[in-house]
């Protein structure tokens, strides 16, 4: 059975937060119980949903507590989040890069010695204005005409014009390798359906990039956890199809992501961290591949629906 519960509660109220915990395969908790602690996962798996700034929650963590991080932040300029600590409405992409600096920082405290972290980063285009109907400018989903006509004017920086493809993965790349992790890979994410886009002066986008970075030259790695169907190495080129399992948000991404990096990066038990939680993709495949998971989200209400897809996760999840 699966129960929630609100530990942490008094403590993080001060702080304007609140936690909900999910326990993950077995057994219920009541406010009586000890409290989860992000080093015991060796009998089963936690989850751990807080909900805050990821800023502000990050550094209340122990360090070197978690195995790796998985996650996808906002991308910049694109949807409204609707708070006022969200991270991606900017007024500048510059400061949308320091921003994930901070907050990799504090994940970099957090992951163990032979931690990763992988980063699935989403470009834009600086238009004049412009937002459209398709493309990484669109109006859809939960965009709010307010970020966009904010952000969608060409920004004052790095000699963007009119219609430049921002380059976005990459700098938050190079900046996080000058801040100190170490870049191992990139992985191209092929959309087996893309997003239509009516555009007719360049290709369709149908690739987005994910990071792999260390903490350390030499880190925890399992080549088998993944294979290719011939039995090969795993190439860094993923082509995966849609997942509607994050319904209910408006850029949840495939749990066959997750699950690939999960098993690339994680043994059974360790404990993965998404500080970008949304509706809890992470968490759930986390859970069902035996692992325990941390998620931080800002928005109560995409914290409450990962609580429910958590709880009801099972390895059926998976069958994607
Ligand atoms: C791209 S979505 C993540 C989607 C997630 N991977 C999923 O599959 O559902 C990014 C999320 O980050 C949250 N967010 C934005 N700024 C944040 C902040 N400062 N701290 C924590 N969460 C934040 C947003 O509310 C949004 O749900």
Not at 60 to 65: H, I
Not at 233 to 259: M, Q
């Amino acid at each position: 059975m699966i129960s929630a519960w609100h530990a942490k509660i008094g403590m993080m109220k001060s702080a304007g937060h609140v936690a909900i915990n999910t326990l993950g395969e077995s057994g219920t908790a009541s406010a009586e119980e000890p409290k989860p602690d992000v080093h015991a996962g060796k009998s089963r798996a936690q989850v751990k949903i807080l909900v805050g700034d990821s800023r502000v929650l990050l550094p209340t963590l122990p360090e070197e507590s978690v195995q790796s991080c998985i996650t996808s932040p906002p991308y910049w300029g694109l949807r409204d989040y609707d708070h006022p600590s969200q991270i991606g409405a900017e007024p500048s992409p510059e400061q949308y890069v320091q921003n994930l600096v901070q907050v990799f920082q504090q994940v970099r405290r957090v992951l163990k010695k032979d931690g990763t972290l992988w980063l699935n980063v989403g470009d834009g285009y600086a238009r004049n204005g412009g937002t459209g109907n398709c493309g990484p400018n669109a109006v859809v989903g939960n965009t709010k005409k307010l970020v966009q006509r904010r952000n969608c004017k060409v920004p004052d920086c790095w000699g963007l014009k009119d219609r430049d493809l921002m380059g976005l993965p990459w700098r938050v790349a190079f900046a996080l390798q000058a801040d100190g992790w170490v870049l191992r890979s990139r992985i191209t994410w092929v959309k087996k359906t893309a997003m239509p886009e009516s555009v007719r002066n360049r290709p369709t986008n149908a690739t987005e990039d994910i990071f792999l970075f260390s903490k350390m030259p030499t880190y925890y790695y399992d080549p088998h956890g993944v294979r290719e169907p011939s039995g090969a190495n795993l190439r860094n080129c993923w082509i995966l199809g849609p997942d509607i399992s994050g319904a209910g948000h408006p850029a949840a991404y495939p749990r066959e992501l997750v699950r690939r990096c999960i098993l690339l990066g994680s043994r059974p038990h360790d404990v993965i961290l998404d500080p970008f939680g949304g509706s809890g993709t992470t968490a759930e495949v986390a859970k069902v591949l035996r692992r325990s998971a941390i998620l931080i989200e800002l928005n109560s209400s995409y914290a409450n629906l990962s609580e429910k897809r958590v709880g009801s996760a099972n390895q059926e999840s998976l069958w994607v």
